[in-house]
């Protein structure tokens, strides 16, 4: 891929909980290219969320410390004075949330929402801004964008309502595009319309894609790299060609083991991943994934926690990694 | 309809008899009789209630047993004075709750938070009365620094229109002021942890931005609701502190009616505070349209 636009270093992320500090998230490091669209996969719980959210300094302060760096074009986004902060939030990372419903504002029109945000990031007349808005609806498929610029939330459907929140993170061009679950609360129908959209604004305006999921279908229709992340950590990552077709890691082969196989014969149970993710407050002391893992060949399995190491030949430019002490090539 | 047959009936169950109390300990049958006829206390009480209420229809609430003058004369004249008092207390409440309230949900369990709350629960707890002989002692006694009760209209001498209405609008609205600070509290919170307010920040909005429109908007919602409860409160509710400060409002006069055995005032003024208790809370229904354009359509 082309230039780095973001480089993530040993982001790690803890949180004050009644039950004690949580590490939430633990050494995560990627990078996304300009255009490159990266997943990210794993159970509710993983870390997925946390550690996108602290990029943007979006975590409540009190409750989250968060250490490493994140730099966006080469200016670290987690050290950054706050109003930096406020004027990269929106024309440098746009970023789309999991529930339409709940993330717009209720009491404020469509037009509202979306003029606010353009008017944030530059001197742009009020007329001009519901301009702007209009067009934006228009490009995410909203049918009669102008009316819907007087429209609040709710006269709209959940649908209507995610491109209208896909609108707003667009709204200042993001050279970086987070969408959190974007997808997730859409029918799937709604979902292909939206896929679709990223991708062509991908190609237009080569924005780099964050795309958080647990969508393995997802995954294979949109993404260029994935990272899969279990307990806080990255457990696997890779081009999506090496990652769904030859996952290393047991964690990684549990997930793909889960989908559902229509065109397979066997009428049988769909397999899952037995048992929970570990609370994050309680970390096991060696691989994280080692109380679930069916597989556990190695005897440093439940004492030392693997490192991200490559793992075969890979047929992209980027190395395919796992963090397992599996032996390579073990079956599936 | 429903609250005219309570009210009349409430007022039936105040006991003592208003024609004996009228005329005093020396009477003849005859004056008593005439006066109870005339009165039309000698009808049965149906009777009593249908005359009553298709009177107060048409406005005409009677006439007092104890001054000769017509009810809605008297509550006329007693309404400016509460209605004064009530926007006042109103006003005071509002000016402490929402800027202590805002500060407590920004800093929970801080020290503003804390000692937002122990004044909050010292406001609600201190009985009004009290806390009124409180200020009188310590503002017109010691201090001398304003009068220590009465009334003037603000047409003839604003100053001391000002300086009597001070002290009863603090003790109402302190009490008041404490209650929706705990509202304020905890909508602000509820407002903050929106999901749309994540939206708000990953926008680029200054932080201002999204606190006004994006957080106080929103809990302004619950806001209107409670303080027309409080004003509803404050509108019939003020008798104690009107009667410490000999603040000639409705509450007087309705406590005045009690003992007096005054039914025709008393049931007037009762009614009129169901009313506009009504009123309020249609108010606040409409206000809830204005501001909230997920119940409009």
């Known amino acids: ?332 | 309809m429903g609250v005219s047959v309570i009210v009349f009936g409430l007022v039936q169950l105040v006991p003592g008899d208003p024609i004996r109390l009228a005329l005093g300990t020396r009477f003849d049958q005859e004056t008593y009789d005439a006066l109870l006829a005339r009165s039309g206390l000698d009808q049965p009480l149906v009777t009593q209630y249908f005359s009553w209420a298709g009177r107060a229809l048409t406005g005409d609430l009677g006439v007092s047993f104890r001054s000769g003058e017509t009810v809605t004369s008297l509550i006329a004249e007693r309404l400016p004075a509460t209605l004064t008092l009530a926007f006042a207390s109103i006003l005071v409440a509002l000016l402490i709750a929402v800027p202590l309230g805002t500060l407590s949900a920004l800093r929970p369990r801080s020290v503003v938070d804390r000692v937002a709350t122990v004044l909050s629960q010292i406001g609600i707890s201190v009985p009004e009365f009290w806390m009124a002989i409180v200020l009188i002692l310590v503002f017109a006694g010691t201090l001398g620094w304003l009068p220590s009760g009465g009334y003037v209209p603000l047409t003839e001498d604003p100053a001391g229109w000002a300086q009597r209405l001070l002290m009863p609008a603090v003790v109402t609205g302190v009490v008041s002021g404490s209650v929706i600070t705990r509202f304020v509290r905890s909508s602000v919170l509820e407002a903050l942890g929106a999901d749309h307010v994540r939206t708000a920040q990953a926008k680029g909005l200054p932080g201002r931005q999204v606190f006004t429109w994006h957080v106080l908007r929103n809990a302004l919602l619950p806001l209107v609701t409670v303080t027309g409860v409080q004003l509803a409160y404050l509108l019939s509710g003020v008798v104690v502190v009107e009667i410490v400060f000999a603040w000639p409002g409705l509450g007087q006069l309705a406590l005045q009616a009690v003992q007096s055995r005054d039914y025709p005032v008393l049931q007037g003024a009762i009614l009129l505070f169901a009313v506009v208790f009504l009123l309020i809370n249609l108010v606040v229904d409409l206000l809830y349209t204005a501001i909230d354009p997920r119940i409009r359509r």
């Not at chain 1, 509710?44 to 409540?60: I, N, Q, R, T, W």
């Not at chain 1, 037009?111 to 609806?137: F, N, T, Y």
């Not at chain 1, 065109?263 to 991943?273: P, R």
Request: hydrophobic share 40%.
């Open chain 1, 1 to 332: 891929m082309s230039a780095t636009l973001l480089e993530v270093a040993d982001l790690r992320v803890r949180l004050r909980t009644p039950r004690g500090p949580a590490e939430v998230v633990n050494g995560l490091s990627y990078t996304v290219g300009r255009g490159e669209t990266v997943a990210v996969v794993g159970e509710s719980g993983s870390g997925k969320s946390v550690s996108v959210l602290a990029l943007l300094g979006l975590l409540p302060a009190r409750l989250a410390t968060v250490t490493g760096s994140a730099r966006l074009d080469g200016e670290d986004l987690l050290t950054m004075s706050p109003e930096r902060l406020r004027q990269v939030r929106g024309p440098g990372v746009g970023m789309v949330f999991q529930d339409p419903m709940t993330s717009l504002n209720p009491v404020l029109t469509i037009g509202r929402q979306l003029v606010e945000g353009i008017r944030a990031h530059g001197e742009v007349s009020k007329a001009a801004a519901r301009e702007r808005a209009a067009g934006l609806l228009a490009e995410v498929g909203l049918p009669d964008p102008r009316r819907a610029l007087d429209r609040y939330p709710h006269e709209l459907s959940g649908g209507m309502r995610q491109r209208v929140v896909i609108a707003i993170a667009l709204a200042n061009n993001p050279s970086l595009l987070i969408a959190d679950e974007a997808t997730t609360a859409l029918d799937v129908t709604v979902q292909a319309q939206i896929l679709d959209l990223v991708a062509g604004l991908q190609s237009e305006h080569g924005t780099g894609v964050i795309w958080i999921t647990h969508d393995l279908g997802v995954v294979a229709g949109i993404a260029d790299r994935v990272l899969v992340m279990y307990g806080g950590r990255c457990v696997e990552d890779g081009t999506v060609d090496d990652v769904l077709e030859r996952p290393a890691h047991p964690y990684t082969r549990g997930l793909l083991g889960a989908l559902p196989d229509l065109a397979s014969s066997d009428d049988g149970e769909l397999a899952t991943v037995p048992g929970v993710p570990p609370a994050p407050t309680d970390l096991p002391p060696g691989c994280v994934f080692w109380p679930r893992c069916p597989v556990r060949s190695d005897p440093r399995c439940a004492t030392e926690q693997p490192p991200l190491a490559v793992v075969g030949a890979s047929d992209g430019a980027l190395p395919h990694r796992a963090a397992t002490w599996c032996e390579e090539g073990s079956p599936r």
